[in-house]
C-alpha cells in the first residue's frame, strides 16, 4: 500500500473513530508499526492529527479532512444525491456550485446529461471551487465562470474579498451547497468562515438554493454559518435520513428529496 493511500485510510479511521492506536493500526494496513509510528509523525507535522503516547487522536471538535482524502467516504450516497440534483436543473440555466465532495459529484452528473450535449451554452457553471471547474471546463457546451479568490488547499476553493467583484455582477437560477452540517435551527455550515462567506454570496445571487447533503450532516452545526434553513429550497439527501428530521426540515419550508 502507498504512503497516500495510508494516509487516506488512517485519516478516515481517525475521523471515524476519533482515536487510533499504533498496533491497531499496523494491524488493520498490514504494515509494520514503525511504518505507522512515521506515519502519525509526518501526519503530525502536517497538523492533520495530534500525537498520543501510541497512537494519535483527530485534530480537534472543528477537524476537517482535506477534500483528496474525503473523496472515498459514502460514494454511493453523494452519486445518487448528485444525480437528483443534477435532474433539477434545465438545460440553459445559470448554476452556482460550491466546493466539496458531493458538488463534485453533481458537476459530474451534469457532464453526462444527455440533454446537455449541446447548447449556447447548454449550461452556465460559476463555481468557486478549482477542481470542479477543472473537470467541466473540457465541456464546451459549458461555460465555466470562476469566481477568483485566494486558493484554500484543504477544499480547493477560492476564498476572500476577490471574488466578491465577480459575484456581485451575476444573477444564478440555482445555487448548488456542499455543506459540512445542516440544522434547522442553525442553518447551513461550514468549518471555514471565509469559504461560507463565498457560498452566502452565490445564495444571495441565486433564484432559489438547493443543499446537496448526505444523512450524516444533518441535524449537525459547524463553526461557519452559511445561511438560515429557511433559505433554503430544496435539500437532496439519502433514504438513511431519519423522519423526524426531515419532518423538522419540511415544517420549516424546505422541500426534501430523499434518494
Not at 492533520?48 to 474525503?70: D, F, I, N, Q, W
Not at 465541456?139 to 484554500?152: D, S
Amino acid at each position: 500500500m502507498s504512503r497516500d493511500a495510508r494516509w487516506k485510510v488512517l485519516l478516515e479511521l481517525l475521523v471515524e473513530h476519533g482515536r487510533l492506536e499504533v498496533e491497531e493500526a499496523a494491524t488493520r494496513l498490514q504494515v509494520s508499526a514503525a511504518t505507522i509510528r512515521r506515519d502519525f509523525d509526518q501526519l503530525a507535522e502536517q497538523q492533520m492529527l495530534v500525537r498520543t503516547r501510541g497512537g494519535a487522536v483527530v485534530h480537534g471538535v472543528s477537524y476537517e479532512l482535506p477534500l483528496r482524502y474525503k473523496t472515498a467516504r459514502r460514494v454511493g450516497e453523494k452519486q445518487r444525491i448528485a444525480k437528483a440534483v443534477a435532474e433539477l436543473v434545465a438545460p440553459g440555466e445559470a448554476v452556482g456550485l460550491t466546493g466539496g465532495t458531493t458538488t463534485t459529484e453533481v458537476a459530474r452528473a451534469l457532464a453526462v446529461r444527455a440533454d446537455l450535449a449541446a447548447g449556447s451554452p447548454a449550461l452556465t457553471v460559476v463555481t468557486n471551487a478549482l477542481n470542479i471547474a477543472n473537470e467541466l471546463a473540457v465541456r464546451p457546451q459549458f461555460k465555466i465562470v470562476l469566481t477568483g479568490g485566494v486558493a484554500r488547499p484543504q477544499s480547493y476553493e477560492l476564498i476572500g474579498p476577490l471574488a466578491d467583484g465577480v459575484l456581485s455582477q451575476i444573477t444564478l437560477d440555482v445555487a448548488v451547497l456542499g455543506v459540512v452540517a445542516f440544522d434547522v435551527t442553525h442553518g447551513a455550515a461550514a468549518h471555514d468562515e471565509a469559504e461560507a462567506a463565498i457560498n452566502r454570496l452565490l445564495c444571495e445571487r441565486a433564484e432559489r438554493v438547493v443543499v446537496a447533503a448526505d444523512s450524516s450532516k444533518l441535524g449537525r452545526r459547524a463553526f461557519a454559518r452559511i445561511c438560515a434553513a429557511e433559505s433554503v429550497d430544496t435539500l437532496v439527501t439519502d433514504s438513511a435520513a431519519p423522519q423526524d428530521t426531515v419532518r423538522r426540515f419540511e415544517e420549516a419550508g424546505v422541500r426534501v428529496v430523499t434518494v
